[in-house]
């Protein structure tokens, strides 16, 4: 019996279908880390995992043609547009604060009355 073997890339589209948190999160680690091209790289990565990019351009109502384009490396898409291609994988944008250090809380000393 011979086994299939799936690329790397088959089996992480899968695991973004199956879990759109995950799919989510990879894409805030992007946003977090990566640069303007990093998260053009990643959207157009996703896209696979939710039908592809002229299915997403479909779903968004954006010419397919101009989705290829905003999803190249030059790609430098407006609110709208970004806004657009998220909802079809079941994402949108939202802002979080900054992760801070938290404050330990130490027990005030009482003075001692006499």
Same mark, same amino acid.
């Given at each position: 019996?011979?086994?299939? =073997?799936? @690329? =790397?890339?088959?089996?992480?589209i899968?695991?973004?279908?199956?879990d &759109? #948190?995950?799919? !989510?999160?990879?894409?805030n680690?992007? +946003?977090?880390?990566?640069?303007?091209?990093?998260?053009?790289?990643? +959207?157009?990565? +996703?896209?696979?995992?939710?039908?592809g990019? !002229? #299915?997403?351009?479909?779903?968004? #109502?954006?010419?397919?043609?101009?989705?290829?384009?905003?999803?190249?490396?030059?790609?430098? &898409?407006?609110?709208?547009? +970004?806004?657009?291609?998220?909802?079809?994988?079941?994402?949108?944008? !939202?802002?979080?604060p900054?992760e801070?250090?938290?404050? @330990?809380?130490r027990?005030?000393?009482?003075?001692?009355?006499?």
């Amino acid at each position: 019996m011979a086994k299939t =073997h799936r @690329s =790397h890339e088959d089996a992480t589209i899968e695991m973004f279908q199956k879990d &759109p #948190e995950l799919a !989510a999160e990879y894409l805030n680690t992007v +946003l977090q880390d990566g640069d303007e091209t990093d998260l053009m790289l990643a +959207l157009r990565y +996703l896209s696979k995992a939710f039908g592809g990019v !002229a #299915e997403i351009a479909r779903k968004a #109502e954006i010419n397919a043609n101009t989705l290829y384009r905003t999803l190249s490396e030059r790609g430098n &898409p407006e609110m709208k547009t +970004l806004s657009a291609i998220l909802k079809p994988m079941g994402m949108r944008l !939202a802002v979080r604060p900054l992760e801070r250090p938290r404050k @330990s809380i130490r027990p005030t000393k009482k003075a001692s009355g006499a």
